[in-house]
């Protein structure tokens, strides 16, 4: 049976829906479609518009597809670092909008059981596809058989950890008599890696007080985030889906931490720089301080809005 009621509240959705500057009859592409909040609102407030979808969760997908069943809207299980492959062939290849949201869903922190919520004991997975194969790179592996060097240089660079090398030296040091395949397992080791008084605080403060980060919240990114390939995948994104556009055509780009918002920053500068784009927002569009009470998770996203002019 397929889930047609999405959990998820998008952030900044009438913001990042206004920067497109649509026009009724546009294509747009929603380059993360998750929970599929960006392309309802495109649909209603742009009944004429053409939706090109992608995400490599096939689940959400099938929830999409059963909800806009009456729309224009094509759909593809894919990583958009790929678009490039559907937009040779769809519409000519040109598009009026890309919306990326890179914030990951309720319905997957919350309904998946792949492991991307420390709060669940669920399979250590963190992976965007529902059926990972084989030759997919799952967070068990990464736990299980990455060095002590290089899960402190990911938990660092990719989490901003400060505790990385001695959680780190935890997790090596506790695959030594078993294997770690749980989110719990997890978590346990990093609890007992952390500084006792860091930790304890850290849960009591997310427990009770919203909008606070657990302990265990930026090494659960930082592996999320290199199982995935998230920030090759967003540099590739965004570099195709700009070849695309067409001339005065823009992107909206929802980030949730600060690598992924200096991808997004950095990638607009250049495209200044050349001459072929423009920021539209010189200074980044943050939720409001109502938006922000009503849904915590939002409390981190920035927003970023490129023009193309030639």
């Given at each position: 049976?397929?889930?047609?009621?999405?959990?998820?509240?998008?952030?900044?959705?009438?913001e990042a829906i206004k920067g497109l500057n649509l026009r009724n009859g546009?294509?747009?592409?929603?380059?993360?479609?998750?929970?599929?909040?960006?392309?309802?609102?495109?649909?209603?407030?742009?009944?004429?518009?053409?939706?090109?979808?992608?995400?490599?969760?096939?689940?959400?997908?099938?929830?999409?597809?059963?909800?806009?069943?009456?729309?224009?809207?094509?759909?593809?299980?894919?990583?958009?670092?790929?678009?490039?492959?559907?937009?040779?062939?769809?519409?000519?290849?040109?598009?009026?909008?890309?919306?990326?949201?890179?914030?990951?869903?309720?319905?997957?922190?919350?309904?998946?059981?792949?492991?991307?919520?420390?709060?669940?004991?669920?399979?250590?997975?963190?992976?965007?596809?529902?059926?990972?194969?084989?030759?997919?790179?799952?967070?068990?592996?990464?736990?299980?058989?990455?060095?002590?060097?290089s899960l402190a240089d990911i938990i660092y660079g990719y989490g901003e950890?400060?505790?990385?090398?001695?959680?780190?030296?935890?997790?090596?040091?506790?695959?030594?008599?078993?294997?770690?395949?749980?989110?719990?397992?997890?978590?346990?080791?990093?609890?007992?890696?952390?500084?006792?008084?860091?930790?304890?605080?850290?849960?009591?403060?997310?427990?009770?007080?919203?909008?606070?980060?657990?302990?265990?919240?930026?090494?659960?990114?930082?592996?999320?985030?290199?199982?995935?390939?998230?920030?090759?995948?967003?540099?590739?994104?965004?570099?195709?889906?700009?070849?695309?556009?067409?001339?005065?055509?823009?992107?909206?780009?929802?980030?949730?931490?600060?690598?992924?918002?200096?991808?997004?920053?950095?990638?607009y500068k250049n495209k200044e720089e050349s001459g072929e784009g423009k920021?539209?927002?010189?200074?980044?569009?943050?939720?409001?301080?109502?938006?922000?009470?009503?849904?915590?998770?939002?409390?981190?996203?920035?927003?970023?809005?490129?023009?193309?002019?030639?």
């Amino acid at each position: 049976m397929i889930k047609t009621e999405s959990i998820h509240r998008t952030v900044l959705l009438n913001e990042a829906i206004k920067g497109l500057n649509l026009r009724n009859g546009a294509t747009v592409v929603d380059a993360t479609f998750g929970g599929g909040g960006h392309s309802a609102e495109i649909c209603k407030k742009y009944p004429g518009t053409k939706i090109i979808v992608f995400d490599q969760d096939r689940s959400a997908l099938e929830r999409g597809k059963e909800k806009f069943k009456d729309r224009d809207i094509s759909f593809y299980n894919l990583n958009f670092r790929d678009l490039d492959k559907v937009l040779e062939k769809e519409n000519g290849g040109k598009v009026d909008g890309i919306i990326f949201d890179l914030g990951l869903s309720s319905d997957q922190l919350e309904d998946c059981g792949r492991g991307f919520s420390f709060m669940k004991d669920e399979p250590l997975l963190m992976t965007m596809k529902e059926n990972p194969t084989k030759e997919d790179v799952t967070a068990e592996d990464v736990v299980n058989t990455w060095g002590e060097e290089s899960l402190a240089d990911i938990i660092y660079g990719y989490g901003e950890e400060k505790q990385a090398r001695r959680i780190a030296k935890e997790i090596v040091e506790f695959r030594k008599k078993q294997e770690i395949k749980t989110t719990f397992d997890l978590v346990k080791i990093i609890e007992k890696a952390i500084p006792a008084r860091f930790a304890r605080a850290s849960a009591r403060r997310a427990r009770f007080r919203k909008g606070r980060i657990h302990f265990a919240t930026k090494t659960f990114q930082a592996i999320r985030i290199a199982v995935n390939d998230e920030l090759g995948a967003l540099s590739e994104g965004l570099e195709k889906g700009f070849n695309f556009l067409k001339k005065d055509g823009r992107i909206s780009v929802i980030t949730f931490h600060s690598l992924e918002d200096r991808i997004v920053k950095k990638f607009y500068k250049n495209k200044e720089e050349s001459g072929e784009g423009k920021r539209v927002n010189k200074k980044i569009i943050v939720p409001s301080e109502s938006e922000v009470k009503n849904n915590p998770r939002a409390r981190s996203a920035k927003l970023r809005v490129l023009e193309k002019i030639k």
